[in-house]
């Protein structure tokens, strides 16, 4: 029943939807090589036809007695929120109005699992409806067998009216006398509807009269609609959905200064070497005075040990392809991540609005592809690499090649449930081209900026063709112990922030504090930088000239303790249970944790770079 998102109706009709990304790709792509726009023309026009593809289409405004339909959406168990099935799954009877499926609007609403269907309750703005009739059926055996189990797996369903959703659970479990527990079924529901105006500020669902389910049960199913005026505006309908309790708890501002203390003592720390450094450095080089030298040299000790592996610091990582792609696309995760906090901010996305952040960050990820081509490439031809289109390649692979290594494998298990989290076939095709027709061309653009702009090597020191033996040193210089413990402190000021974010995934909450966000990002990216660079400090000391690789895993080493939080949380703050919501919890912090990785691992790696090149540039060599 899901297909292609550009397939739609007509403007204004009820299934009216907004135009796909594949169209516009397509659209995009004919045009340019029929050279009706140019290359650039073209790239301005996608982007803005994708940046209006999320406008709304329904303007929300009724005229007295106008129809106002009510979707069926989707269905699951109530402590599995990915496990999702169509509402029209379920062997429930539907009102005699003519039904209508209303398809999805965007890629983003399919990837959220959206299905509406007309439920078939008829209600009529400001028309109060007392008890009306939906329907009646009699349960069949299979029938009665369906709706057991789900009732006993408590599930829920949700339906949408004008763009607000609604939740109800199915029916409820009661105890009898026996001690066993016999599921019912709620057949009547209550639609309390306010309004202001011409337009619907809120709507309650209230679910009563259980009935048995049972084979031969005949059940009735009826609602009733009340209309009521309130001076709430139209803007501010959404505040309802909001835990503002929750998620402005004392706990949550006292994390972000702790983490504000944390970011204050380790960029002192930093600061601290840098200026220490530099001081030993124009004490041994510059200064006349022997005297002063030696008296410098008491008070502050002598850890010059960095200094002797000047002809290796510089010395290009191993497996520099992946190493400058990882890097560009972490920069573009960075960007990434600004960029859907900001317009969270903006446009205030959070009431049922995931779709619309999808879509953001889909639209985002094709034009910060330029970002990662600029930053792999000009690393590349800095660290003198030959090879740049098979970097400009695997910089194109990352991201996507990630998301088919784990969503791949999550998709194949909700096909075999029949689920709604199944992306259908032609949404796969969407996203492909998006990649190769926006993403591809944008990363190539990059890429031959970043090594005419910034592919220059500006290194203070040459480096020594033959590799200089690294001495033994002490055991917590060990780059396996520097590296894990690089990503403690990092973790330690967003794990107050990540169990709010998995919390309103689990519990139904709309996340919506992404001023929070704002901040702990900056925190986490301060907080990584400083860690590495104090880390590769004292490994340079130790004469290890391996900081490159070593600051880039210490910043990833992040996603340890992420996914170790995600253990914690499944088994320890949550209900979930079964094999589909399982692999898709695990899956998506699997997948959440290398994301983490990558940024973090890239922070870490340019701003060591800076603070390296810093310290070495004053150094006179003899």
Not at 184 to 198: A, D, K, V
Not at 523 to 529: E, G, K
Request: contains cysteine; proline residues 4%.
């Amino acid at each position: 029943t899901r297909g292609f998102p550009f397939l739609g109706r007509c403007r204004g009709s009820p299934g009216a939807q907004r135009s796909g990304y594949l169209d516009v790709a397509v659209l995009y792509y004919t045009m340019a090589k029929l050279q009706f726009i140019s290359s650039s023309q073209g790239l301005v026009l996608l982007f803005l036809v994708l940046a209006l593809s999320g406008a709304d289409d329904v303007n929300h405004v009724y005229a007295d007695s106008d129809a106002v339909i009510v979707w069926t959406n989707r269905i699951g168990p109530y402590h599995n929120p990915h496990e999702t099935y169509g509402f029209s799954q379920l062997p429930l009877c539907r009102g005699k109005k003519k039904a209508e499926h209303h398809r999805v609007h965007n890629i983003g609403e399919i990837l959220e699992g959206n299905d509406l269907y007309d439920s078939g309750i008829e209600v009529s703005f400001k028309n109060n409806v007392e008890r009306a009739s939906i329907c009646s059926q009699t349960l069949s055996k299979r029938d009665a067998e369906e709706l057991r189990f789900a009732v006993e797996q408590q599930y829920w369903y949700q339906l949408i009216v004008d763009d607000l959703p609604l939740w109800g659970m199915l029916g409820q479990l009661l105890p009898q006398a026996d001690g066993k527990d016999i599921p019912y079924l709620f057949t009547h529901r209550q639609f309390t509807f306010t309004y202001n105006g011409n337009r619907i500020i809120s709507v309650k669902l209230v679910y009563s009269a259980l009935s048995p389910i049972k084979e031969g049960q005949t059940l009735d199913f009826t609602y009733s609609v009340s209309w009521k005026p309130t001076d709430v505006s139209f803007d501010d309908r959404l505040e309802k959905y909001l835990d503002n309790d929750f998620f402005e708890h004392q706990i949550h501002w006292f994390s972000i200064f702790n983490s504000f203390m944390m970011v204050a003592f380790l960029t002192g720390l930093v600061f601290l070497i840098l200026m220490r450094t530099l001081k030993k450095d124009y004490a041994r080089f510059s200064a006349a005075d022997e005297e002063a030298f030696d008296a410098l040299e008491r008070d502050m000790g002598d850890e010059s040990g960095w200094k002797h592996v000047r002809l290796d610091v510089f010395r290009p990582p191993r497996r520099l392809v992946l190493f400058c792609s990882a890097v560009g696309v972490g920069m573009q995760l960075v960007t990434m991540a600004f960029g859907v906090i900001a317009d969270a901010i903006v446009s205030n996305m959070y009431i049922g609005r995931r779709a619309t952040m999808i879509n953001t960050a889909i639209v985002l990820y094709a034009i910060t592809s330029a970002v990662a081509g600029y930053v792999s490439g000009g690393l590349f031809r800095q660290l003198q690499g030959k090879a740049w289109i098979k970097c400009f390649v695997v910089t194109c692979a990352i991201l996507p090649g990630l998301a088919v290594l784990v969503l791949l494998p999550l998709n194949f298990v909700a096909m075999a449930y029949n689920s709604l989290a199944a992306v259908p076939f032609g949404t796969m095709v969407a996203m492909g081209l998006i990649c190769l027709l926006v993403s591809a061309p944008l990363a190539l653009a990059g890429t031959l900026l970043g090594r005419h702009w910034n592919g220059v090597a500006r290194e203070p020191c040459p480096v020594n063709p033959i590799p200089r033996h690294i001495p033994e040193k002490n055991w917590y210089l060990e780059p396996s112990l520097i590296i894990p413990l690089g990503g403690l402190l990092p973790f330690g000021s967003i794990f107050i922030e990540l169990y709010f974010i998995l919390t309103s995934f689990s519990n139904y909450k709309f996340y919506y504090v992404y001023g929070f966000a704002l901040l702990v990002l900056v925190i986490l990216l301060i907080v990584t930088a400083c860690v590495t660079i104090v880390s590769s400090y004292f490994l340079l000391n130790a004469e290890d000239w391996r900081w490159a690789t070593m600051s880039f895993l210490s910043g990833a080493s992040i996603s340890i303790y992420v996914m170790l939080y995600s253990l914690y949380y499944f088994f320890m703050k949550t209900n979930m249970s079964g094999f589909f919501q399982t692999t898709f919890f695990f899956g998506y912090a699997t997948l959440f944790s290398l994301l983490m990785a990558i940024m973090c691992g890239a922070i870490g790696y340019l701003c060591t770079r800076i603070f390296v090149r810093k310290i070495y540039s004053a150094i006179k060599a003899d």
